[in-house]
Structure formats: structure tokens, C-alpha cells
């Protein structure tokens, strides 16, 4: 089967930081461009983050300067640092990805995480 697992979510106060990270898994050669969203509570869900698998990366106006995506290829593990966490920033962290699998080039979503930021 092949997923991807997230981990890394948690309460932090404002200000503060956490890193979330993001696994492939499965009968799979190695991932493609992989990507980090988020959705809060009534609002629509917001891509944050890519990486390409040649680490080319890009960033939503709300995260630049405060959130790095970066991968780690020999793991096919995706990351989101994320620093100066604002309350804003309180929602369901997902993880997307294409993955090159043996039942061919696949998209898959990690299961969520929540990161809640106390003011």
C-alpha cells in the first residue's frame, strides 16, 4: 500500500516553532514534487509549501520567511519547519505528494496532522 505518514503536530505558544514531518512509503522507486497545505476550520484548503524532486522550492505570501519546506530524497520524507507560529497558523497540516510506485506515478495525501498555536 502506498501512503504517506505525517508526524509532528502539536501545541505551541506564538512565537514558538514545531516541524512536521511527512514519509512515503511503500512498493515505490521515489517521489515527485512533494507539497505542504493546511486547512482551517471553515476555510478552504491552502496550499503553504513545494519542493520539486530537484529541491526547487516556493512558498505562499502567509508562510514566506517563517516556514522552509525541504525532502530528504534517501528517505522520501517531506519537512515543514515552521517558526514565528502565529495563531493564524492553527490548523489540519497535510502533506501531498506524486510518488513513482510500481502500480505506476500515484498522488497520494498524508493523514493530517493538527498544529494548534496558543496567543
Known amino acids: 500500500q502506498v501512503q504517506l505518514v505525517e508526524s509532528g503536530g502539536g501545541l505551541v505558544q506564538a512565537g514558538g516553532s514545531l516541524r512536521l514531518s511527512c514519509a512515503a512509503s511503500?512498493?515505490?522507486?521515489?517521489?515527485?514534487?512533494m507539497a505542504w497545505y493546511r486547512q482551517a476550520p471553515g476555510k478552504a484548503r491552502e496550499l503553504l509549501a513545494t519542493?520539486?524532486?530537484?529541491?526547487?522550492?516556493n512558498y505562499a505570501d502567509s508562510v514566506k520567511g517563517r516556514f522552509t519546506i525541504s525532502r530528504d530524497n534517501a528517505k522520501n520524507t517531506v519537512y515543514l519547519q515552521m517558526d514565528s507560529l502565529k495563531p493564524e497558523d492553527t490548523a489540519v497540516y497535510l502533506c501531498?505528494?506524486?510518488?513513482?510506485?510500481?502500480?505506476?506515478?500515484?498522488?497520494?495525501w498524508g493523514q493530517g496532522t493538527q498544529v494548534t498555536v496558543s496567543s
Open positions: 501531498n505528494a506524486v510518488i513513482l510506485a510500481t502500480i505506476g506515478r500515484v498522488t497520494r
Open positions: 511503500g512498493r515505490i522507486f521515489g517521489v515527485d514534487n
Open positions: 519542493i520539486s524532486s530537484g529541491g526547487l522550492t
